[in-house]
């Protein structure tokens, strides 16, 4: 039997970056994963199959909206919805290969199978019980379920993700139900493939969480690109009959009762902690009343030499918040110093146009009763947003009102995604929206639109 220094439960983003980080520190790492491809949620049914069918659907739509516009005349273009799955696939065994490449180099130990924890310093894989002197567990999240809504991935009508992310034909109408990442990224990609969907949301606004005029504009520009919102809306079940679906919701405002048939329904109402089987409440471990696994500050539990991170602990459900937790936890498992600062998470939709947010909204910042000044930006005046016809949204930088510290930014626009890492690395470095504003930015590219956002938290923006 061998001794490890570590062993981590699951092979997702927090899991893989954590057992590469520490083997790295020297440490003798074994990682299990249950599933047939390393990768966890994030790359096997989550952000790379999803990013990739949303890259594929949006070239389908350039050619549909954009193209005849730039003189590229005949590009009548049809989808091969198994070619277009297959291209999804290899995308993701890519990157499930490169990860288990990886483990070979960094001599990580891959145990195959579900793991279950016998006590601190002993974990069980089939019929093998491990010794090791810490454990992590990052053992993700699944799809959280709704009362009245029977999901079926395999019959391919009532879906959550998962099934979404494979559905045998592209239904000529949908419902989403639930507005927020999940729920708007895959409900772009089928109506960009010509499904007429509908998104039933229980609040009054979507993504909830996100910046009040993102909110807006971001529904604006969804409901131009064919959308249709239904808002204050609580979908109380689902029924299949024939091959289609019916969808029964209530408003919440006048508790009236209404129906919506649709040829596939998506569940997106949520994911909750999966940390089933791991024996969690023998050892004592404990779990907050919405069943994520309790941490201190340096990511241990309440039984020590056991730590969690990722989606199986309280926080953003990120990758990337995932990675850089088993990151710090490694570090602190090595006997080094584990950092993350929450307070500069971005979170990304990568729809078309993208949304990016980091930090405060300005919302919050009110909440908090902290004086702040808002600059904005509109793509309008940004000449390479125009060109790329993606001149909808605006930067939306939120600043201290006294100190002029970069607390906040919300873009709505081309590459959002992308855009939005200058603002992070300003506000790790604590800096101000004047410094921003006497960045040179190259042009004629979209970050000058930030630019112009933190020149209109001073003087004034150029361009507007
Ligand atoms: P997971 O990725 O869930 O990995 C956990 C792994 O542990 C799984 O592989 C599981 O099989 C394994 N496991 C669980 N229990 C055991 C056990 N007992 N024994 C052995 N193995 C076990 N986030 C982003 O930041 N950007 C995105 O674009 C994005 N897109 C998404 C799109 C979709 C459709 C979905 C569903 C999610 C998306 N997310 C995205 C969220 C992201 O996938 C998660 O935040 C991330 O995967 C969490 O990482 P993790 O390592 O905590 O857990
Ligand atoms: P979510 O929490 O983002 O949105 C769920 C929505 O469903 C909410 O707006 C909620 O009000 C609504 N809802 C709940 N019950 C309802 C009901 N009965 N009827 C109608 N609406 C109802 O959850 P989602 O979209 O499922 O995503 C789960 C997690 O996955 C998120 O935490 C997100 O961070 C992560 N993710 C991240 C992505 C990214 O970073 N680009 C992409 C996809 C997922």
Not at 91 to 96: E, H, P, R
Not at 237 to 247: D, I, P, R
Request: charged share 20%.
């Amino acid at each position: 039997m061998s001794t490890y220094d570590l062993i981590v439960i699951g092979a997702g983003p927090g899991g893989y970056v954590c057992a590469i980080r520490a083997a790295q520190l020297g440490l003798k790492v074994a990682c299990v994963e249950g599933r047939e491809t390393l990768g966890g949620t994030c790359l096997n049914v989550g952000c790379i199959p999803s990013k990739a069918l949303l890259h594929a659907s949006h070239m389908l739509h350039e050619t549909h909206e954009n193209f005849e516009k730039m003189g590229l005349m005949g590009a009548h273009v049809e989808v091969d919805w198994a070619k277009m799955l297959g291209y999804k696939s290899e995308t993701v065994g890519g990157n499930t290969k490169g990860i288990e490449f990886l483990f070979k180099k960094n001599k990580i130990d891959w145990l195959k199978g579900w793991a279950s924890i016998e006590a601190a310093g002993k974990v069980k894989v089939g019929e093998t019980v491990y010794e090791t002197k810490n454990i992590v567990i990052a053992s993700g999240s699944e799809p959280s379920t709704l009362k009245g809504v029977e999901v079926d991935n395999k019959a391919g009508i009532v879906v959550d993700s998962t099934g979404a992310l494979e559905l045998p034909k592209i239904p000529k109408s949908m419902v989403v139900i639930g507005a927020g990442v999940i729920g708007l990224e895959l409900g772009s990609v089928y109506a960009r493939l010509g499904a007429d969907v509908t998104v039933v949301e229980f609040l009054d606004f979507i993504t909830p969480g996100m910046d009040g005029e993102v909110q807006k504009q971001f529904q604006k520009i969804l409901t131009k690109q064919g959308l249709k919102f239904v808002l204050g809306a609580a979908v109380s079940g689902v029924s299949t009959e024939n091959g289609a679906a019916k969808v029964t919701y209530k408003l919440r405002k006048d508790d009236s009762e209404h129906t919506i048939d649709a040829e596939a329904v998506l569940v997106a109402t949520g994911r909750r902690p999966y940390i089933a089987g791991l024996g969690l409440d023998t050892l004592g471990v404990e779990v907050t009343d919405r069943g994520f696994v309790k941490i201190d500050d340096h990511w241990q539990t309440s039984v020590k030499g056991i730590y969690a991170i990722g989606d199986a602990v309280p926080g953003p459900m990120l990758a990337h918040k995932a990675e850089d937790e088993g990151m710090a936890v490694a570090e602190v498992i090595a006997g080094k110093h584990g950092h993350v600062n929450y307070s500069v998470i971005p979170g990304v939709i990568y729809t078309t146009p993208e949304v990016a947010s980091v930090g405060l909204t300005e919302e919050a910042a009110k909440e908090a009763g902290r004086k702040i000044k808002v600059g904005k930006f509109p793509f309008m005046g940004n000449a390479r947003a125009k060109a790329l016809f993606q001149a909808d949204g605006f930067v939306k930088l939120i600043a201290d009102a006294e100190t002029d510290r970069v607390l906040g930014c919300h873009i709505i626009g081309p590459n959002a995604g992308e855009m939005i890492h200058e603002v992070c690395v300003a506000m790790e470095f604590g800096a101000s929206a004047q410094d921003i504003a006497l960045t040179c930015h190259a042009h004629p590219t979209c970050s000058e639109a930030v630019r112009e956002a933190a020149l209109a938290c001073g003087g004034g923006a150029i361009h507007a």
